[in-house]
Structures are given as C-alpha cells and as structure tokens.
C-alpha cells in the first residue's frame, strides 16, 4: 500500500496530531487530496487563523472573517472543543477600497471579528493567542475574560480593561496592549494563581509593575514600553528567571531583593551602573547566568563576585573601566563584547571557561599592538579552554597593519574558532583571507549569509580553497600547513550538510539568507 493510503486508514486523533504541526494554509491544502481528507479538515480541533495567508484583495479582509467564522461553526456545530485557537489580523480595518453594499463597514467587520473569537473561546479552549496590528486597538469580548479552562494565553494590539478570570492559567503574555487600569495586573495573585510565566512587552498605561503572592511563577519578562516603566517590584521567592530590556535613556527601580532563588538575570538598557552590579553581588548567591547589556559602563573597576556563576554575557559599546575582576569558580561560559577591554583584566575560575570576544578592528587606532594585547588579555583570562574570536572587519588594510607588525617576528594567536562579518569589497577579500591566517590556524570558521558583504567574502574563500587544492605550488605561508577543509552548511528547518568546496562553490547559487557556513580547517 502507498504512504497516502496508510495514512488514511488512521485513527481520526493521530491524523489530528500529525496536522497540529501544520499551519493552517497547509492543512486546508491538503484537504483537498479526497473526501476522506476534507472530512478530516472539517473536524480538525486546532485552529490557527493568519490574514497575511491571504490573498491581499480589495475585500481580503472580509474573506478571511468570513472563513474563520464559517470554519468556528462547523466545529461548533459538531459539539466538538477547541483545545486551541490563534487570530491574527494583521491589515487595516479602514481597507483602500470603495464600499459597496455587498461588502460589511468596518464597524460591521469588527462585531464579526468579536463573533468569531466570542465562538473560538467558548468551546474550552486552553491556548488562546489574539494579535492586532490594525489603526488603533480592538476591545476584547466578555466571553474571553472568563475563560475558566485557558492555561496559554497571549495578547496584542488590543485593550486589556476589564476583570479577568483565569484560575487555570500557566502563562500570559501582553504585547503592545493598552492596559486601562492597573489593579488587573496587580491582582493577578487572585485571579491567576497559578501562572507560571509572565511576559509584559511594549505595552502602554502601567508605570509601576507589582508581582507578589504568585506561588508558582517562575518567568518574568518586561521590555519597557510608553509611558516609561518607572519601577519594577517582585516579591516571589520561586522566581527563576527574570529579563528586563529599553529602548531610551530612562532609569527603571528594579527590585527582586525577595527572590532569593534567582537563577538567571538578563538585563538590556543604557547605562550599566556600578549599583546594579554590587546590587547583583550582594543579593542573589543562587545566580547561574547573568547577562548585562548597555550603551555605556562609566566607572573605573568592574567586579563580579557571584559564587555559583556558570554563564556570564558582558555586552558594552562604551567603558571606561580600566580593571575588571570576574571573580566566579564556577563560571564556564563568557562572552565579552567591548570596543575597548579593560587593560587589567583577570578570570579566576575554576573550571575551564569557553571564551568569545568581539573586536572591531574599524574602532582600534593601533592596529598594530592588536596580537600583544590580545595575548596579555589571554594571560590575564586563566583556565581558558575555547576561545571565539569574532571580528568585524570593514578592510583588509587594518588585518594587513597586524600582519606588518609581526612579519619579523610572527605569532600565533591560539584561537579555535572564528566567526567574521565582513564589510569589506571583493578586490580587499583574497588579502583578507591571506592575512587573517597568517594571525591565526582557527579550527573553524563562522559567517552567516546575507549580512554585511559575507556572500562575497564566502565566494571569495572557497575560489582561493579549490585553487590551493588544485596548486602543485603555494603563494603564502599558511597554505603549506593546511592539510585539508570541509564545509558545513547549515540551513534552515534543521539542514546539515558536510560539502568540498568544489561541491559548495556549485551550490553556491541557492544560499538564501541567514544560513550558517561553517568552513572546518585542519592544520
């Protein structure tokens, strides 16, 4: 028997199973194969609507209202629950078009839109996820705020006004939504009692967010919206993890001092402040990851003393610093990403750390004690096990400054991985090439496709590799140690690929953006 057939004679819930990993589009396309099919789509418990799968037509919006409607009553109509449903409408409700009386007013178009999510909650639904992107904000219907068997929920682009009445949900999220009245966010305690994540981004109307009494909750998100976020208060000893990120130079209170168990911290703003930081020393001993992302660190000395410290993600444009003490046994992983390092710098661990620095070369006046500061950095930074390099390079000229300098005396840096994004022009990519191995024998090296000038510089490399590989004589120093490469192509939805760089450079054509090549060196 052939595949369609087998699948056919399935029972009705795994067939259900096997399309919840399809959208919607897809699902309806496949309705379509037999009446068996069409049958199966009729009684297919999940649903996911999008606008932007249809057609964008003078009356696009209209059809999907209508579709998402016809569809919400078939089920109904068969007693059937709806365990999930997903709207998203992503068009403007005041369509370019000249209204005829065949077509419903926008006001009309929005009692349909309440219609159809009034239906779609109504049937027991446990994940729940409403998004607008239309002119102005959409007022969610009665019916969705006492959805008593609703454990996922996600908003956006609507009004959150009235009393909700949740008791069994586990995670909430607000994108973009106006909150009208902040007693509904501070009794999440009685009406949410067992939410376990809470997400609160770019929404307006709260100034100051209070979380106390939540037993279970685990997951707290902020990313500060309009008007600005003035404080931020959370007394619950079960936090696990809390990220907070802005866009604007405002300062927030953040005060977790009760969440003793805090075990990631993740912080996005403008200014780093030696408070936050001796506030972070001093007050969560339990800490495992700590991410600190800021415009500005003006202070001179820089110390982190956490003693379960296993992650560490220090990300700065401008410091001032001058010495910085990571003073963390347990710590295995840091990424710094600093224009300028601090000229003292010391790592005591002990364990072995995974080390990746940025360094862009444009922003280095004196590219040529680039190698003697780095390999100081490296003698500060003991029990360094793996070391990444990434470098953002706008051309070759500042890698040949490098070069020069070393040229009676050349040195090595011991870096196993690189990873590039390139500025620089096709004729400066070969010189490049040249000069970044003659400062280092990587056992790999990272770009990502479609970003900056790295298409070329890939092209580039794999000509000059298939050019060595086919030479009986070599121009430079590094080729003579090069014993072999390999390419690893990694694309989207899980591809992975091991190719020659003849069989790479053929393929070349179908790169699409955003995947990772990865060129395997063996020395």
């Not at 096997?18 to 309806?28: C, K, W, Y």
């Not at 059937?80 to 178009?109: A, G, H, M």
């Not at 219609?115 to 904000?137: A, D, N, P, Q």
Request: aromatic residues 12%; charged residues 25%.
């Amino acid at each position: 028997m052939d595949t369609a057939n087998l699948i056919s004679q399935l029972p009705d819930h795994i067939r259900h199973h096997i399309l919840s990993f399809l959208s919607t589009p897809e699902v309806v396309r496949l309705s379509v194969l037999s009446k068996a099919w069409h049958r199966i789509f009729n009684s297919f418990p999940i649903f996911e609507f999008s606008s932007s799968s249809f057609a964008k037509t003078s009356d696009s919006s209209f059809e999907f209202i209508i579709f998402v409607y016809k569809s919400l009553l078939l089920q109904c109509h068969q007693y059937r629950s709806i365990p999930k449903f997903q709207f998203s409408f992503t068009q403007d409700r005041w369509r370019p078009y000249v209204y005829s009386k065949y077509l419903p007013s926008p006001c009309e178009l929005d009692k349909l839109i309440s219609r159809c999510i009034e239906i779609g909650t109504r049937k027991g639904v446990k994940e729940l996820s409403i998004y607008f992107s239309i002119t102005g904000y959409y007022r969610l219907p009665e019916a969705v705020l006492s959805v008593k068997e609703l454990v996922v929920c996600s908003l956006g682009g609507c009004i959150f006004d009235g009393a909700i009445n949740w008791p069994s949900l586990r995670e909430l999220s607000l994108k973009e939504v106006q909150i009208c009245d902040q007693r509904i966010i501070n009794n999440l305690f009685f009406t949410c009692p067992l939410i376990e994540k809470f997400s609160l981004v770019e929404c307006f109307g709260l100034k100051y967010l209070h979380l106390s009494g939540l037993r279970k909750l685990k997951k707290v998100k902020v990313k500060s919206g309009y008007p600005h976020m003035e404080k931020i208060e959370i007394d619950v000893v079960s936090l696990h993890t809390f990220s907070y990120s802005a866009h604007h130079y405002m300062k927030t209170d953040i005060d977790l001092t009760s969440c003793k168990n805090l075990e990631v911290f993740k912080f996005k703003g403008y200014n780093i402040t030696e408070d936050m930081i001796q506030y972070l020393n001093r007050n969560f001993p339990a800490l495992k990851v700590l991410v600190l992302h800021g415009e500005r660190l003006h202070f001179q000395r820089i110390e982190i003393s956490i003693p379960l410290l296993e992650k560490l993600n220090l990300i700065v444009a401008q410091i001032s610093a001058v010495e910085a003490i990571i003073n963390t046994p347990r710590l295995r992983s840091f990424k710094c990403v600093m224009h300028k390092i601090p000229s003292l710098f010391y790592l005591n661990s002990l364990q072995e750390v995974t080390l990746e620095l940025f360094v862009d070369l444009n922003n280095i006046k004196h590219g040529e004690s680039f190698l003697e500061d780095f390999r100081e950095y490296l003698k500060n930074l003991n029990k360094i096990k793996l070391v990444t390099l990434s470098i953002c390079v706008y051309s070759s000229s500042e890698i040949h400054k490098i070069v020069s300098s070393t040229a009676s005396n050349p040195v090595l840096l011991e870096i196993s991985h690189l990873k590039l994004e390139t500025f620089t022009r096709e004729k400066e990519s070969h010189a490049l090439v040249d000069g970044l191995f003659c400062i280092c024998r990587p056992e790999s090296l990272l770009l990502v496709s479609g970003c900056a000038r790295n298409d070329e510089f890939i092209k580039n490399l794999c000509e000059k590799l298939v050019q060595i590989e086919n030479a009986a004589t070599y121009a430079n120093c590094w080729q003579h140690h090069l014993k072999g490469v390999k390419i690893q192509h990694c694309g989207r939805k899980g591809y992975n690929k091991i190719l020659t760089c003849e069989a790479f450079l053929d393929s070349l054509q179908t790169l699409e953006p955003k995947e990772k090549i990865r060129f395997l060196f063996e020395w």
